[in-house]
């Protein structure tokens, strides 16, 4: 079975900070890897998704993530916050392959940015 | 293009009565997730359905159960209704495509239980 781990349960920023939230997946196959974003009082959004290709990718917002195979982590990055980046951001999992497991997601991180 | 919807928005129950909550896919998808967001617990995994089948389900009693109906939509239906049910039941839905391009799985606003 497929798990996640996201390292931060809570971060506080202050606007313009870098952030990088960490995520680590356990799966021995081939997975697809999403950082999805819960704005307060909204729903589930997707904020970027890595399949294959260029391990570097760049999602809405300024949001970028990075897939490193041999350490099995997909970090979500982004350059500079800003107060409407106060959310709760999930990092989640999928075998590819099409496997029974389905969308396994991690505890999930609280952002808050400062003003 | 509609999105992932949900209904009942909010349905508030008595301890021990069922709740039924209804959730249409995006046009073209086949496969619905359910998933319980309960406070402080994140997104916990509940059912998915997939052409009609249930391909596989979360760590769950059985008083959790479900369906998917041929034209994709899905209820999901809890039994004998505890306090701690509460939560936000969220469905998802997506092309099950198992090749190597992927899918991407997209979420609707929620469905808002209160057991009381």
């Known amino acids: 079975a497929q798990s996640v781990s996201q390292h931060n349960h809570h971060v506080i920023l202050s606007e313009a900070a870098s952030l990088e939230l960490g995520c680590n997946y356990s799966y021995g196959g081939t997975v697809n890897l999403f950082w999805y974003v819960q704005y307060p009082g909204q729903h589930l959004q997707l904020l970027l998704k890595?399949?294959?290709?260029?391990?570097l990718v760049k999602g809405i917002k300024g949001f970028e993530a990075e897939f490193i195979k041999s350490k099995f982590s997909f970090n979500l990055r982004k350059p500079s916050v800003q107060w409407s980046d106060t959310a709760e951001y999930f990092c989640?999992?999928?075998?590819?392959?099409?496997?029974?497991?389905?969308?396994?997601f991690g505890k999930g991180t609280h952002l808050i940015i400062q003003p | 293009e509609a999105g992932v919807t949900q209904s009942p928005t909010h349905l508030i129950k008595t301890r021990g009565q069922q709740a039924t909550l209804r959730c249409s896919p995006i046009?073209?998808?086949?496969?619905v997730y359910w998933y319980q967001q309960a406070l402080g617990l994140g997104l916990q995994f509940l059912l998915w359905y997939d052409e009609g089948e249930e391909r596989n389900r979360g760590n769950f009693p059985p008083r959790f159960s479900g369906r998917q109906f041929p034209n994709y939509s899905s209820e999901l239906n809890v039994n004998a209704l505890e306090l701690e049910d509460s939560a936000l039941y969220l469905c998802a839905s997506s092309f099950e495509n198992r090749g190597p391009s992927g899918n991407t799985i997209y979420f609707g606003e929620g469905s808002w239980l209160t057991v009381v």
């Open positions: 046009s073209g998808h086949t496969s």
């Open positions: 890595y399949f294959s290709g260029d391990p």
């Open positions: 989640a999992v999928k075998d590819s392959g099409g496997g029974a497991d389905g969308l396994t």
